[in-house]
């Protein structure tokens, strides 16, 4: 496809007052943002340089997967977990809609790279939209700019976005527009290309995010073997020197972020952020898997970010940091729950008017965010934009329960591991709209963004294990077990690097371990300075897990024929551990 003839053609097809082709610079930037800020949509932060708050519509503030279509020919090829339509008539009704839609608005055009420019990991994409504030943070969150063009020699994702309010000649716009009522977001993988209409929230909008760099990037990875994946990458390195990296998938907003910028407890050890959201993962020559972050920056969830649960992140937005649905206080500085501090009279609200304590109500959004460049990151990894990626040691799946999955659990092999990518659930956060604290399953923590059936997503798992015999080891976390009073029995935050230290070890042999019928259990963990019960934190319960298993086995039926042998057979092996189990 010809970029200047594609967007010429959308041009046509939106209409707009002016087209803008984005340079990446950070003149560009300021120009914008002074705009927006004249415009009132913009406040800029006194306390954070360069900073930025901006609230959104209240029905426009995370992502809606109720609208969001995958439009592959065949219905089976979208799979159970999947919104599917027939491609050529969602391309009707994308006609319908964006014809006209950006009258009175600049229609901006977004050369943008995902992954480090020239490494042979990156895709390149080019996101129209009528949004500033998306422009603001695709700059942040990409490599974006005119140099992206030159990456260019046949093949770039083309991405149209559009808030979906055109004006009329003379019309003042309003401060946040969006068109809920209408709202759609329509990948086409085969083509491939992404159309989002209605929606400004960063999910839906910032088409390089979980759009390219996960639903259409995980079917060209399975077509050309390699691996798309929700997760961190981090580096972590013992009172040694010696380095590992490892790769980990939690649904949105369960703190995934904070492991991937931790702040370790015990003596010696670092942890060094590559990505806290997507990984790139390929085999290298070598025969070890090695990942990239195709994102340039973070798009964290504020609530709950603090010196105490996540210090670097608060160091990362000190600065050069766009605010979104936080607090705003009287003094022009963010605040949000969780930060650690008591809310100051005449606060703010997300909703752009005074906050009153006594309504119940949270002053920030449970999805408020900050946009930040990874750079800015006081522990980003050294080895971060390097074009060959890292190589990685361990993979960790996790969720958010309450009880029956023990603090960590190792698999037995490759294929026991994917049963664990396949086997996650989690309880639903304010990331996506829906019941907060019910359980959902979420495979590999792919549910919301798996481009194809996920019965072939788990398959392709299986055959990219038979690529190599240095395959990393997977493992299974969980760090908010419960007891019966509903306290936490793991402290969290910085002290997961026991965790991750016991990974570690494993990953080299070091470390003990006892079989049982989930899987591999530490028999020691560093709990040097805490009063911890591990009894409690790696009970498995016979019963629970029956119960777990009978439930999965209901679930696995959801993909029929696309369902992995491989992995039926692991259900069944469990089954049969815990039956074995229960009778010592």
């Known amino acids: 496809m010809n970029y200047k003839i594609w967007i010429d053609e959308i041009a046509e097809l939106c209409q707009p007052s002016r087209v803008h082709l984005c340079d990446g610079s950070d003149e560009e930037y300021n120009s914008i943002a002074a705009s927006m800020v004249s415009h009132q949509t913009l406040i800029p932060l006194k306390k954070r340089p360069g900073s930025f708050w901006c609230h959104s519509h209240p029905d426009d503030v995370a992502r809606v997967e109720e609208c969001t279509f995958i439009c592959c020919k065949e219905k089976v090829d979208a799979g159970p977990t999947n919104n599917w339509c027939d491609p050529q008539e969602m391309h009707r009704r994308l006609k319908s809609l964006f014809a006209g839609c950006m009258r009175g608005r600049t229609m901006y055009v977004i050369p943008y790279c995902m992954g480090p420019i020239g490494s042979p990991f990156s895709k390149i994409g080019i996101e129209i939209t009528d949004s500033p504030y998306v422009v603001l943070n695709m700059k942040i969150m990409t490599r974006m700019g005119l140099h992206v063009l030159k990456q260019i020699k046949s093949d770039f994702v083309p991405g149209v976005h559009s808030v979906g309010v055109p004006l009329k000649p003379g019309e003042k716009d309003v401060p946040w527009p969006c068109n809920p009522s209408d709202r759609v977001i329509a990948h086409f993988p085969h083509e491939p290309s992404i159309w989002s209409f209605g929606s400004g929230y960063g999910g839906n909008a ?283 029995l793991w402290p969290g935050f910085g002290e997961n690097v026991r965790v991750l230290k016991w990974i570690f070890e494993r990953t080299s042999n070091l470390a003990p371990a006892k079989l049982s019928p989930i899987g591999h259990l530490p028999t020691t963990l560093d709990l040097s300075g805490l009063d911890i019960d591990l009894k409690k934190l790696f009970h498995v319960s016979a019963q629970e897990w029956q119960q777990e298993a009978q439930e999965l086995a209901s679930y696995f039926k959801l993909f029929k024929d696309q369902m992995p042998p491989v992995l039926l057979d692991e259900l069944k092996h469990l089954m049969q551990r815990l039956s074995e189990h229960e009778k010592v």
């Open 206 to 488: 910032l088409l390089g995010k979980k759009c390219f760099a996960l639903r259409i990037a995980s079917v060209l990875a399975r077509n050309e073997s390699w691996l798309a994946e929700h997760m961190l990458i981090l580096g972590i390195t013992n009172p040694q020197g010696q380095k590992k990296y490892i790769a980990a998938a939690f649904p949105s907003a369960c703190g995934k972020t904070n492991l991937a910028m931790l702040t370790p407890t015990l003596p010696g050890w670092k942890v060094e952020c590559v990505g806290d959201d997507i990984a790139w993962m390929r085999f290298g020559s070598d025969g070890r898997l090695y990942a990239i972050n195709p994102e340039a920056g973070y798009f964290g969830v504020a609530p709950g970010t603090s010196m105490k649960t996540n210090p670097n992140a608060m160091k990362t937005i000190a600065h050069d940091a766009l605010f979104t649905n936080v607090a705003l206080t009287p003094d022009r500085d963010v605040w949000w729950e969780g930060i650690g501090s008591e809310p100051p009279p005449g606060l703010i609200s997300w909703l752009g008017s005074l906050w009153d304590p006594k309504s119940g109500k949270p002053a920030s959004h449970p999805n408020a965010r900050f946009t930040v460049s990874a750079k800015q990151n006081p522990i980003y990894d050294p080895e971060a934009e390097n074009p060959l990626g890292v190589p990685i040691s361990a993979i960790i799946f996790g969720g958010r329960r309450a009880s029956v999955v023990p603090l960590v659990v190792e698999a037995f092999n490759w294929a026991h591991g994917v049963f664990f990518g396949a086997s996650v659930s989690s309880e639903m956060t304010a990331a996506a709209k829906g019941e907060i604290g019910k359980l959902r399953h979420d495979p590999f923590a792919m549910l919301p963004f798996c481009g194809y059936n996920m019965g072939d997503y788990f398959n392709h798992w299986l055959e990219m294990g038979k690529k190599s015999h240095q395959l990393p080891r997977i493992y299974y976390v969980n760090w908010f077990r419960k007891d019966e009073e509903g306290k936490y």
